[in-house]
């Protein structure tokens, strides 16, 4: 299986500054990826990732985007202007980066058809389906992840990686925590057993359903029927979590008392992708917002020029005779003239 090449064009980095070792350094802490929302003639992009990335962290935040060929541009993205869902683990902000100062960034965005749709269906309706038609991601199913290895995440360029997993329970309520573990909230999320460890906050997860189609080609002996098999991709969620498992450590020496330590249990929450849709969609002031955008650039948009013929005089200036007198030019026979030559 084959991972688009799109898909993980559309994924950037969310770098906090910190100071280690008395440098401040911008550190990759998770996950973003580029959605594309359309309105009217125009597409507004937006950077979505887990809501509580920002949260946990204190730094001044910047967008870690490709460059063209080699390289990367740092974005600043102030904590103000991110906007939160307020029942799900999601946060978005615009991503409308000066042409100008980042004329070479390079990414790719997700479009809105390719999400999964509300509950309590969760169904997908989008290509290569066609209406009515629609199916539906379901437990055993398997899915994909693009995202930050915080082991390894690029030093000239952003490396996101794939991991790979199957849908173990369709979304229901669960709690998570929130304000660095002092409170929770409860919310829907999908459970996703994961060949993965933590640190993918923010990733966008794909489901792949299998499908098969037959087509008929013509051939030297006549038609043959052959039978493609494939998959239909679509955005299932967004990682927000994982669960752990308490265990006992062993201690050696002098030491007291039990150890606890926590193992990952390979079992992730994703939160579904139509909270991130309710969002942008919803969001009034994203919904303002674009509003905003559009109008700046319908009054940008050039306007023709009119087809009159600029005069310092009134047009009532040009009298009758004046008409007559340019008619009587304009129709003067022309007489051939001699070259000359004979």
Request: hydrophobic letters at 35%; aromatic letters at 8%.
């Amino acid at each position: 299986m084959a991972i688009p090449a799109d898909a993980l064009q559309a994924i950037a980095f969310l770098c906090e500054e910190r100071t280690i070792k008395h440098k401040k350094l911008r550190v990759p802490i998770a996950t973003v990826f580029i959605v594309a929302v359309p309105e009217g003639d125009s597409e507004f992009l937006y950077a979505v990732t887990a809501r509580h990335c920002l949260e946990d962290g204190r730094g001044n935040l910047f967008l870690r985007v490709n460059k063209k060929g080699s390289g990367f541009h740092d974005i600043k993205a102030d904590r103000d202007d991110w906007t939160p869902h307020q029942d799900a683990d999601v946060t978005a902000t615009p991503f409308a980066p000066d042409s100008s100062q980042y004329p070479d960034l390079e990414y790719r965005t997700i479009p809105l058809w390719c999400f999964v749709g509300s509950g309590p269906n969760y169904a997908y309706t989008g290509p290569p389906l066609s209406k009515p038609h629609s199916l539906q991601p379901t437990i055993g199913h398997d899915v994909y992840f693009l995202g930050l290895f915080t082991q390894h995440w690029g030093v000239e360029r952003n490396l996101p990686i794939a991991r790979f997993g199957h849908i173990s329970r369709m979304p229901d309520k669960l709690k998570l925590p929130r304000d660095r573990g002092t409170s929770s909230f409860e919310t829907v999320a999908y459970l996703i057993e994961s060949h993965s460890w933590g640190g993918h906050s923010g990733s966008p997860v794909f489901f792949m359903y299998p499908m098969t189609a037959q087509k008929t080609v013509p051939t030297d002996g006549g038609n043959t029927t052959m039978v493609i098999i494939g998959n239909c991709v679509g955005l299932l969620g967004l990682v927000s979590a994982h669960y752990t498992i308490p265990i006992e450590a062993e201690v050696t020496g002098d030491v007291l008392g039990k150890i606890e330590t926590k193992l990952n249990s390979g079992i992730m929450v994703v939160t579904p992708a139509d909270a991130v849709r309710q969002l942008l969609l919803e969001c009034e002031d994203f919904v303002e917002d674009r509003k905003r955008r559009q109008k700046e650039s319908d009054d940008n948009k050039p306007m023709p020029s009119m087809d009159t013929v600029a005069t310092d005089e009134p047009a009532s200036s040009f009298t009758k005779a004046d008409f007559e007198q340019a008619l009587k030019k304009a129709s003067r026979k022309i007489e051939p003239q001699s070259t000359g030559k004979k």
